[in-house]
């Protein structure tokens, strides 16, 4: 343990980057194709609706919530069966999160990963009714007995996915980055609403892994402590890419939030300050780690790719 | 049972319309400090999402979903303290269909039971939100170990309400009715619109009834029956309403189903056509409900409202 403070262990001999991005590609394919199983295209005209859904769901992406639900099932050996259809079930969340976002009315995208969005693909209100029935859904595939044979599991499956994605979750999250222009957040302000915004989830994907495993309440915090730190160490990795990287390795348009006037980590700390505090973060969700040994690596690898990924 | 097919035994001497009346009144008030129980105003700046969702769901209405969860499980000597849980998430279910309904790209209501519409009293975006808060919190609601002691009926209410409100039932509903002007659909077209856009709230509030007392399959598809019968029922005179009567009597604008050129069925069936087969309907809701004898005495007199009342 004598190098760990020194960075996080994501160089052990097992996980290399290359496995790292070999499992994260692997999990995504196997996500991609548990979405496409539980979305069909019905007969009738509401066909164009769960199209909308296939269109937002299976468009690709990092699937980074679906690697970490899996991955945190895999600690406790949890069958994919079920940790696929969890997996599924928070990028339901996440897709239909992004639906909403790029509304008119809200961030008023054009673009997502270079595709035109939902409702400029289709039309505002099949996005806005895509976005519901895939929140819907994805309750739905946690409730189901496929999910986990035990009520009590799927029951607090869906309490945890709820919780995290209301309104005192990412929700939440959302509506004081609306506000966040004329709010004069401090640091802490900032940090929290980055929590709600994007770490609520992140952290419930890990939580969700140790559910299904039938862990106890410690574990499950344990797994989201380690989410919360890492989702945050993304975020603020998100605001150093958005300033020092260019629109073709990103692929999304950079300097936008400043643009939009909104404070950013880099803003509050310069570029220097927020590369260290995403560093010390990785490591610190790393050392939660530590009673898993080496079944862990992949979560630690996780972790450093936060912080280093260049989009 | 010699009068039952004349018209619903909803006149038997402990269901007169007052004693239908002064139940719905009764749960309708309890729904209300439920909502206003789950729904606590934090302390953070996400509070303004959380308005948003209290404004649109305690904005009182007819609770008529609540009714049916409450009164369903009631059958079954349900604690009311769990059957208000439940007419609490389906009424959250309800009013975010309502916000989402109302925005711009959908309906463009400004209005909606006397007071601006959640995006006139906020704006757009918290309005999207709060729909999202609120249909979230739905399921949040029903997983929660208040609701019901074992897991699988929580499970397994959260599965019926999820399937009920999504693309196959609720939002799928929405969807061909924002089509319907170009789908040139016919009478089971139209019958199954209906059907999944109001049926499938209104049914499935009756299913969770049963399924909070514990009943069987059967039963649980016996109180969906009642339920989708009264549901069409109550759609039919809605467009029979629309069509006989002022707004100063329904609160709200008349005529307009016909102006937005869609097909109503009074258009199909003329106005006899209509109250005739609205009452058929609710006289078939009733005859489901026969096993349950007297203790059904009020869900008789709710489908005979569905077909009675003035606004």
New interface residues.
Partial sequence: MNSASAQPQAASKNTAPDAFQAALIDIAADTNSTLDRLLPL?P???A???DA?RYAALDGGKRLRPFLAVSSADLFDVPRARSLRVAAAVEMIHC?SLV?DD?P??DDDDLRRGRPTV?KKY????A??A???L???A??V????ATHP???????L??EL??A????GM??????D??AAT?DLNDDGLK?LQN?KTGCIIAVSCRMGAVLGGQSPATVELLGAYGMDMGLAFQIADDVLDVSSTAAETGKATGKDAAAGKATFVDRLGLTGARNLAQSLAEQACKRLESFGNKADLLRAAAMFAITRRN
């Avoid at 946690?142 to 007995?145: F, G, K, R, V």
């Avoid at 035990?150 to 607090?156: C, F, I, P, S, T």
């Avoid at 929700?171 to 004081?176: D, E, K, L, P, Y």
Wanted: aromatic residues 6%.
């Fill in positions: 019905p009738g005209p509401e164009r609706v769960v859904m239909y909403h509304l009315a809200m409702h039309d505002e209100a099949t806005i009714l976005g519901d029935a929140l819907t859904e309750f739905a946690l409730a189901d007995p035990d009520g009590a599991v799927r029951a607090a869906v309490a709820a919780r994605s209301g309104w005192a929700v939440g999250g959302q509506m004081i609306l506000m709010l929290r709600m």
